[in-house]
């Protein structure tokens, strides 16, 4: 099964509050984004999927907001859910490492889908992009599993990564400025320890 058939397969299957990264409010993010940027600013959700952020970066202001992903079905049930605030979002859909342009955006967020870039191609075509899309000192805020964090995620084999080393994929072109441990709980109760890194674009 390729990418994008095993992402439409779990959004078409399952219920996006049972999926193991569901959280209601993602509230680690927001408050990452809020502390890079604070205010308001043009924000792009790498592989927002079925998350809440779009909601809560639009109630604080944040404008413009766009949501990319690979799954068709994830944005549907996202804009569903979004009801007739959908239009005040911009969705892409598309596989980060095969995208060429996003347009321009102040802060990149992306929570758990970096993680899954397992070739190194595929990586150096992600930071090209977050290096095209953000202005000299726009952030970029990114959460991957950590080092003791689970082997695999959606049934997918992931890199686990700690600060250094995250920092490492994005080097010279950006710098870490910021670092937050997390522990998610699956809606089964499982926990998985995320590190989030906040980077600058220099
Ligand atoms: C573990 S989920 C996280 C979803 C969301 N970021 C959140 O925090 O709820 C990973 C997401 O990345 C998307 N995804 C996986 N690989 C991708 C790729 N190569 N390009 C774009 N999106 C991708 C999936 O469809 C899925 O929505």
Known sequence: MDRKEHWETVYTKNDDTQVGWYQP???TSFRL???AWPGTGAVIDIGGGTSHLPEKLLDHGY?????LDISAAALAK????????ADLIQWILGDITQVTQVGHFD???DRAVFHFLGALSDRRRYVELAGHTL???GRLIIGTFAKDGPPRCSGLEVCRYDAAT???EFDPDFRAVDETSHLHHTPSGKPQP???LTLERI
């Open 78 to 85: 996202a804009k569903a859910r979004l009801s007739h605030r």
């Open 63 to 67: 404008n413009p907001i766009a949501v």
């Open 135 to 137: 202005p000299k000192g």
């Open 194 to 196: 995320f590190i989030f």
């Open 25 to 27: 409010d993602p509230e």
């Open 107 to 109: 802060v990149w967020h």
């Open 166 to 168: 995250l920092a490492a």
């Open 33 to 35: 984004i809020e502390k």
